[in-house]
């Protein structure tokens, strides 16, 4: 468990009246809330509260998007956020017959096109085997490896341009202790020695103890932010699940039983 402080500073994100519509039916109502510059915050909450549409809506990619979500200083999804925000999908978005480096390779050519970028493409290509552990595997297919090791890869090709904003869509799940352990590692890492801000998606309340601040999601809307000491005493909880749940019963209708 980490000592998180919710202390001020400059915000990555900020939204406000953030509401996204599919068909008919509103996925986010309505939402208020803040990304800090150079912390981890984590986006928690079960399956299917909205946690998905919100990351696509951070990175601009989301359609049916109202009110106002601005990300670096620019409105979500603006052209001159393209290097500057990373983005790791569910699922691993390589090329299985592809080796690593060479997934790598034609990422970072994307990023930086023309012979004039060649060096700093390599360097970038080098580095980010190195933030994730996967020198030496650069010369394996990217199908030959493991579900955690492709997702690795994954984040690699986001670590290519060295983003100021990191979003990770539940980069964890299905990952054994380890990895997960490992992968958490690196997050901090990126965040105290390189000032990335990460926005993390989770469904694993464990998981809120590793973030300086949390936005509590359910239903489409914000329960709660704040770091997690904070939420704990906000419910005279001891752990954030507890804290959630009784945030969850808080905001039920009188009479309204919670699901569990």
């Known amino acids: 468990?980490?000592?998180?402080?919710?202390?001020?500073?400059?915000?990555?994100?900020?939204?406000?009246?953030?509401?996204?519509?599919?068909?008919?039916?509103?996925?986010?109502?309505?939402?208020?809330?803040?990304?800090r510059t150079g912390?981890?915050?984590?986006?928690?909450?079960?399956?299917?509260?909205?946690?998905?549409t919100l990351m696509r809506a951070v990175v601009g990619t989301q359609a049916r998007t109202t009110g106002t979500l601005d990300v670096l200083g620019h409105p979500a999804g603006h052209p001159a956020l393209r290097a500057r925000v990373g983005y790791v999908t569910q699922a691993p978005s390589v090329y299985a017959d592809l080796t690593v480096r060479q997934n790598l390779d034609y990422f970072a050519a994307v990023l930086r096109p023309?012979?004039?970028?060649?060096?700093?493409?390599?360097d970038a290509v080098v580095r980010a085997l190195g933030d994730v552990d996967l020198t030496d595997r650069a010369d394996a297919l990217a199908g030959a490896l493991s579900g955690g090791q492709r997702s690795r890869v994954s984040l690699a090709v986001a670590l290519l341009g060295t983003p100021e904003l990191l979003v990770l869509d539940e980069p964890t799940v299905g990952l054994d202790p380890v990895l997960r352990r490992d992968l958490w590692e690196l997050f901090h890492a990126l965040a105290e020695d390189r000032g990335t801000t990460i926005l993390v998606s989770s469904h694993v309340m464990d998981e809120a103890e590793r973030c300086h601040r949390l936005l509590l999601m359910r239903e489409g809307s914000v329960l709660a932010e704040g770091g997690p000491d904070?939420?704990?005493?906000?419910?005279?909880?001891?752990?954030?699940?507890?804290a959630f749940l009784r945030l969850v019963d808080e905001a039920a209708p009188t009479g309204q039983e919670t699901a569990r």
């Open 1 to 35: 468990m980490m000592n998180s402080t919710d202390g001020a500073g400059a915000n990555a994100v900020e939204a406000r009246a953030l509401t996204v519509r599919r068909g008919d039916r509103p996925v986010l109502h309505g939402l208020d809330f803040t990304v």
């Open 39 to 52: 912390r981890i915050t984590g986006l928690l909450g079960p399956s299917g509260c909205g946690k998905s």
């Open 114 to 122: 023309g012979r004039a970028h060649r060096d700093a493409r390599r």
């Open 230 to 242: 904070a939420l704990r005493s906000r419910t005279g909880s001891h752990t954030v699940e507890q």
